[in-house]
């Protein structure tokens, strides 16, 4: 696999599938990859060295997941009809939905990749991919796709994204780190039982730091922009309601924090996460926001350090 690192994609893989995620998945190391190791190593009692090493491999590999699957693309009930998204958030306002723009983009979403990784991966058959083409693909399907209280588009929505149904794992709070981007599950023995990155404010929209909570989740939700909340925009500009969808403002799912107007929600380019600024609100990639709502029930105890 051209500029693929063989052994670093698998791990992300298995990382992935452990929820210690390390944003994309592309076979390249990084900050998010050397923080989810380091995530991993802590909650299976291995020395933190953030390192591919050989215990960890060993760790890892217990799973006995394969890193790629060769796949038949089916076509979803999620994230379709694609349409392009205009820039103009008056014209994105009278859209029905905000959908994935082509296929070869839904795709690498679906999988937790990117569409270069898609392109290393299978060459231009990937972009120019259509329902029934086989692809070779990163293993991240779920070992069930028994989503037992979701129906109707939610369930279409966590069946597409390839999410665990029940998590993996149960924790009762979370703690975001300003300093490394990354946000910790614990459970009820403060053990650490999951690890996300996430994108955490700016100079001008800081993290509210503090102790707060995560009352309600939203699902597909609406995005209400308003320009007198975001420094740099105009104020002259008028206020939206912006339709839901994967590349929507604020991604596929909202989980709404106690201090108005600032939530945990997905994004519409995972491949940013963290690496680049937000207005103050947690952003996470869809699938990884979709995880976090399987692992924690609504309610609970959110915590953000600098």
């Not at 924090?257 to 690496?275: N, S, V």
Request: charge should be negative; glycine fraction near 8%.
């Amino acid at each position: 696999m051209e500029d693929i690192d063989n052994d670093v994609f698998h791990a992300m893989v298995l990382l992935d599938r452990a929820n210690f995620s390390p944003g994309v998945i592309d076979g390249r190391s990084g900050k998010n990859f050397e923080w989810a190791l380091k995530g991993y190593q802590e909650a299976n009692g291995l020395e933190v060295t953030g390192r591919l090493d050989t215990p960890t491999r060993k760790s890892l590999l217990k799973d006995g997941r394969a890193p790629t699957r060769f796949l038949r693309i089916d076509e979803t009930s999620f994230g379709s009809p694609h349409k392009e998204i205009p820039e103009d958030a008056e014209e994105q306002a009278e859209m029905e939905a905000m959908p994935y723009e082509n296929l070869f983009e839904e795709v690498a979403e679906r999988f937790h990749t990117t569409s270069e990784t898609l392109i290393a991966l299978n060459g231009d058959k990937a972009r120019n991919v259509e329902i029934g083409t086989v692809l070779q693909l990163p293993n991240v399907l779920p070992s069930s796709r028994d989503y037992g209280d979701l129906e109707g588009t939610q369930r279409d929505m966590f069946n597409a994204l390839n999410v665990q149904p029940d998590g993996g794992a149960k924790g009762t709070r979370i703690v975001v780190d300003e300093s490394d981007g990354q946000m910790r599950v614990y459970d009820n023995d403060d053990k650490l039982v999951a690890q996300f990155p996430v994108t955490t404010g700016s100079e001008n929209d800081p993290l509210p730091l503090g102790k707060w909570k995560v009352q309600a989740y939203s699902f597909l939700p609406p995005f209400h922009y308003q320009p007198d909340l975001f420094w740099d925009v105009d104020d002259s500009e008028e206020s939206q309601m912006l339709p839901p969808g994967p590349n929507g403002p604020v991604g596929v799912a909202w989980l709404d924090l106690t201090k108005e107007h600032y939530g945990i929600h997905g994004t519409p380019e995972p491949q940013t996460i963290g690496y680049t600024e937000s207005h103050g609100c947690l952003r996470m990639t869809n699938w990884d926001v979709l995880t976090l709502s399987r692992i924690l029930d609504e309610g609970f105890e959110a915590e953000f350090v600098a």
